[in-house]
């Protein structure tokens, strides 16, 4: 295996609803140019349209990779040898821990519309984050994997 093939990798895209909603922004856009004419209404169609698409792609454009000594989590690159134990969190305990229970210091990517994740602790003594929340469709193979590369 090659030492930067990943372990584990995870796109967290945005759901379909939202592709529906910003195509709705481009019609509203274009509703808005109507009175001012026909093709200043198609450039608010296809420019809000546009618009409301690249916002709704760089949101689910996020990642989660666990590579060979390293996660990655969006812009966060974490050593797997600062990283304590991996718990999975189901819908509610999850929902929990994004709402009273979670602490402003610790890493959170969190999408609301993903219902699961993994919070992992951190062990480094010199790191004031206590933990990192990750929103994930499969918290089970995320937690395999860390624990998998904070083994070997």
Same mark, same amino acid.
């Given at each position: 295996?090659?030492?930067?093939?990943?372990?584990?990798?995870?796109?967290?895209?945005?759901p379909?609803?939202?592709?529906?909603?910003?195509?709705?922004?481009?019609?509203?856009?274009?509703?808005?140019?109507?009175?001012?004419?026909?093709?200043?209404?198609?450039?608010?169609?296809?420019?809000?349209?546009a618009?409301?698409?690249?916002?709704?792609?760089?949101?689910?454009?996020? &990642?989660?990779?666990?590579? /060979?000594?390293? %996660?990655? @989590?969006? $812009? *966060? #690159?974490?050593?797997v &040898?600062?990283?304590?134990? /991996?718990?999975? %969190?189901? @819908?509610? $305990? *999850? #929902?929990?821990?994004?709402?009273?229970?979670?602490?402003?210091?610790?890493?959170?990517?969190?999408? *609301?519309?993903?219902?699961?994740?993994?919070?992992?602790?951190?062990?480094?003594?010199?790191?004031?984050?206590?933990?990192?929340?990750?929103?994930?469709?499969?918290?089970?193979?995320?937690?395999?994997?860390?624990?998998?590369?904070?083994?070997?």
């Amino acid at each position: 295996m090659q030492p930067n093939a990943p372990q584990y990798a995870e796109r967290l895209t945005a759901p379909r609803s939202w592709w529906f909603i910003s195509g709705l922004v481009g019609f509203a856009c274009a509703l808005m140019l109507l009175p001012v004419g026909t093709l200043p209404m198609l450039a608010g169609l296809v420019g809000g349209t546009a618009v409301s698409w690249v916002v709704v792609s760089s949101y689910g454009s996020v &990642r989660i990779r666990v590579l /060979a000594d390293t %996660l990655v @989590a969006g $812009e *966060a #690159r974490i050593p797997v &040898r600062a990283l304590g134990e /991996a718990e999975v %969190l189901d @819908a509610e $305990e *999850a #929902r929990a821990w994004r709402l009273h229970k979670a602490d402003p210091r610790a890493f959170m990517l969190l999408r *609301a519309y993903i219902p699961t994740a993994v919070k992992v602790e951190i062990t480094d003594p010199a790191d004031p984050t206590p933990y990192v929340y990750l929103s994930t469709r499969d918290p089970e193979a995320l937690k395999t994997a860390l624990e998998a590369v904070r083994t070997a």
